[in-house]
């Protein structure tokens, strides 16, 4: 069929054409996002999932909600060892401005802009910043050099204008994992003060599983604090529909058993779903899919994954560290006890410790519970069976 029309995306954080199977996460944001505009607390997310699992699409679709719910969005990607007031700032000054043109806000905005002088002259890197903010800091707010005490009086005052102007704001951050601890527990005590003020601030994040664990860790309430979606593989009746509804929005048509044999080959995980979808399109002829269209698009797809996806992790890797992984995979699928792959590589728990901490610090792998390991990817022993076991 017509590449041209190809309605798939097989990108990393790129919106599918039909995102099926979120709805029910979509609904609970906009109550959240609706409550918050109207004065009354609103529970922050945490979307936790395996990578190719369509966190960051959600992210994008709960963006949108949150621009129809009259909020302002900042929206970031948490880069590993970038501290989050530096990450922070410039949107902060973005919605401050915004709302500086709303009359009743003006005066609020104006005063929130002077917070996030204080808070700027605080942090070394954020000097030049802060010389460009044409106001005068407020003392006392936000200048105590403590993010867990200044954090949360920048995110009261970005909240005392939104609420004067009739709006909110929306603060999203993607890869959570990789905020630093203290960093991530100045940002649950900002957010634990906009719920007991009823600021209009809503937080939405998303990370890999062990987000949940490292909240916790960081504060103890933070299991209250956050809803934890668990954004995971697709249900077949969603993941069916991921394939069935935008083939025929392009007006052609797939067969059942084709259908069921993408939905089950890809074990309903989203990003692998837009793979095959996309390869199925451009290899069939059309208007209809058939099984064996189906069949030569999985051969293509497993190829696109294993030379892309699945190759630029593990380019990442160590040979130690590739060794670690491959025996992971060769004791099956997860989740793996560590003492077990200690025993197949014929080494002592102890001497793998740097190793684990180094491909679970590149995002490969994580503790899935007390001395247990999984892959952040999905299907990824798979792809390393398949390496080893060479062409077929």
């Given at each position: 069929m017509?590449?041209?029309?190809?309605p798939f995306?097989p990108g990393?954080g790129?919106?599918?054409p039909e995102?099926?199977?979120?709805q029910?996460?979509?609904?609970?944001?906009?109550v959240?996002?609706r409550?918050?505009?109207?004065?009354k607390n609103a529970r922050?997310?945490?979307l936790?999932?395996?990578r190719?699992?369509?966190?960051?699409?959600l992210l994008?679709?709960?963006e949108?909600?949150?621009?129809?719910?009259?909020h302002?969005?900042?929206?970031l990607?948490?880069?590993?060892g970038?501290p989050?007031?530096?990450?922070l700032?410039?949107?902060i000054?973005?919605?401050l401005?915004?709302l500086?043109t709303?009359e009743?806000?003006?005066?609020?905005?104006a005063?929130?802009?002077g917070?996030?002088?204080?808070l700027?002259s605080t942090?070394?890197?954020l000097s030049?910043?802060?010389a460009?903010?044409?106001?005068?800091?407020?003392?006392?707010e936000?200048d105590?050099?403590?993010l867990?005490?200044?954090?949360?009086?920048a995110f009261?005052a970005v909240g005392?204008?939104?609420?004067?102007?009739?709006?909110?704001?929306?603060?999203?951050i993607d890869?959570?994992?990789?905020?630093?601890?203290?960093?991530?527990s100045a940002?649950?005590?900002?957010?634990?003060?906009m719920?007991?003020?009823q600021a209009p601030?809503?937080f939405?994040?998303a990370g890999?599983?062990q987000?949940?664990?490292?909240?916790?860790?960081a504060?103890?309430?933070a299991?209250?604090?956050?809803?934890?979606p668990?954004i995971?593989?697709l249900?077949?009746?969603a993941a069916?529909?991921a394939i069935?509804?935008p083939?025929e929005?392009?007006?052609?048509s797939?067969g059942?058993?084709a259908?069921d044999?993408?939905a089950k080959?890809?074990?309903?995980?989203?990003f692998?779903?837009q793979?095959?979808g996309s390869e199925v399109?451009?290899?069939a002829?059309?208007?209809?899919?058939?099984?064996?269209?189906?069949l030569?698009?999985?051969r293509?797809a497993?190829e696109?994954l294993?030379d892309?996806?699945?190759k630029?992790?593990t380019?990442?890797?160590?040979?130690?560290?590739?060794?670690?992984?491959?025996a992971m995979a060769?004791?099956g699928?997860?989740p793996y006890p560590?003492?077990?792959?200690a025993?197949?590589?014929?080494?002592?728990?102890?001497?793998?410790?740097p190793?684990?901490?180094?491909i679970i610090?590149?995002?490969m792998?994580?503790s899935?519970?007390?001395g247990?390991?999984?892959?952040?990817?999905p299907?990824?022993?798979d792809?390393?069976?398949?390496?080893?076991a060479?062409?077929a």
């Open positions: 017509d590449p041209f029309a190809n995306t990393a790129t919106t599918p995102l099926a199977g979120r029910d996460v979509l609904d609970s944001a906009r959240s996002l409550r918050a505009v109207a004065g922050h997310m945490m936790l999932g395996l190719g699992t369509g966190k960051t699409a994008n679709a709960i949108r909600v949150a621009l129809e719910e009259r302002l969005v900042t929206r990607e948490a880069p590993e970038k989050l007031a530096e990450m700032a410039t949107g000054r973005k919605v401005l915004s500086s709303v009743a806000a003006k005066d609020l905005a005063q929130g802009l917070v996030l002088k204080s700027a942090v070394k890197k030049a910043f802060g460009s903010i044409e106001v005068d800091a407020v003392p006392g936000a105590s050099g403590d867990e005490n200044d954090l949360p009086d009261a005392r204008a939104a609420a004067a102007a009739g709006k909110g704001w929306t603060l999203l890869e959570v994992q990789y905020l630093e601890r203290a960093d991530l940002l649950i005590v900002a957010l634990h003060r719920n007991q003020v601030v809503v939405v994040g890999l599983p987000v949940a664990r490292l909240a916790g860790d504060k103890s309430y299991e209250r604090l956050f809803a934890y668990e995971g593989a249900d077949p009746d069916r529909l069935r509804k083939i929005d392009e007006g052609a797939i059942a058993a259908l044999a993408i080959g890809t074990q309903g995980y989203p692998y779903l793979a095959w399109w451009d290899q002829e059309g208007p209809s899919v058939d099984m064996s269209d189906a030569n698009a999985q293509r497993l696109a294993d892309g996806f699945f630029v992790r380019d990442r890797l160590t040979p130690t560290e590739m060794a670690f992984v491959r060769d004791l699928d997860g560590i003492a077990e792959v025993a197949a590589l014929g080494k002592s728990l102890g001497s793998l410790g190793t684990r901490a180094n610090a590149k995002g792998i994580y899935s519970g007390h247990v390991l999984d892959f952040t990817v299907l990824f022993a792809h390393l069976r398949r390496q080893r060479g062409p």
